[in-house]
């Protein structure tokens, strides 16, 4: 259930509206700075992403941040053909919108933009308009499993790569958007938790999703 808060819904939405527009603006600057793209992280667990949610209007935004490993099973830059290969399949998933949210039909909801950043995809980011794509292969047919011993208890020393999508729906009838399910789990099975949060006109609430429970309900 969503929970009210009554402070400053209309400042974070706004905060989130010019967040979104200076990382559009921003985008092609990412591009040319693939060195810059490992990060170190202050709290980086595999499993664990985040989604945030705006809604303006007849337009939905979606930001996904999230350990590349739950994505293409490693964090390095690829090494041979077999890691491009993964990659090349993620990003294919990424971009098709529909492998990953799911809208009510009677609320016509159509993929506008899908912008991609990575830490360590280099010249294989991405950013194009969208109307419609074909489906891509799952990228848990070619990723790779690691020992826990691998990825848990990093230090801070640890350097760390991230997958980072920006996502823009258009709806034809935004008032029926009632749910939104939330297929990054089956796409992507390394991922166990997303932490919601989603910015409503006149609410702003924060919640958990798991594989078990992928479904938003407003």
Same mark, same amino acid.
């Given at each position: 259930?969503?929970? %009210?808060?009554?402070?400053?819904? +209309?400042? #974070?939405?706004?905060?989130? @509206?010019?967040?979104? #527009? ?12 693939? =060195? %810059? ?6 709290? &980086? ?10 809604? $303006? ?5 979606? $930001?996904?941040?999230? /350990? ?19 990659? @090349? ?23 506008? =933009? ?17 109307? =419609? ?5 799952k990228a848990? =047919? &070619?990723? &790779?499993?690691?020992k826990k +011993?691998?990825?848990?208890? &990093?230090?801070?020393n640890d ?24 297929? #990054? ?19 702003? %609430?924060?919640?958990?999703?798991? /594989?078990? +429970?992928?479904?938003? $309900?407003?």
């Open positions: 259930m969503i929970k %009210s808060k009554n402070t400053n819904q +209309s400042v #974070l939405l706004l905060i989130y @509206k010019m967040r979104y #527009l200076v990382i559009c603006a921003l985008f092609p600057i990412f591009l040319a700075k693939a =060195d %810059s793209s490992e990060r170190q992280l202050d709290a &980086h667990t595999h499993g664990n992403g985040n989604l945030n949610i705006a809604f $303006e209007a007849q337009t939905i935004l979606l $930001e996904l941040q999230t /350990p590349a490993y739950n994505i293409v099973g490693f964090e390095h830059k690829p090494k041979n053909d077999k890691d491009k290969a993964i990659i @090349k399949n993620a990003l294919s998933v990424l971009n098709n919108a529909k492998e990953l949210f799911s809208f009510p039909a009677n609320a016509r909801c159509q993929i506008i =933009d899908v912008k991609i950043d990575s830490t360590i995809i280099g010249d294989q980011n991405t950013h194009h308009k969208e109307k =419609d794509h074909g489906h891509g292969h848990k =047919d &070619h990723g &790779h499993s690691h +011993s691998e990825h848990d208890d &990093h230090s801070k350097i760390h790569s991230e997958f980072h999508a920006i996502y823009e729906f258009k709806c034809g009838a935004i008032k029926n958007v009632k749910t939104i399910e939330v297929l #990054l789990f089956k796409n992507f099975p390394n991922t166990r938790k997303l932490t919601v949060q989603i910015i409503l006109p006149h609410i702003q %609430s924060a919640f958990e999703l798991t /594989p078990s +429970s992928a479904i938003l $309900e407003f």
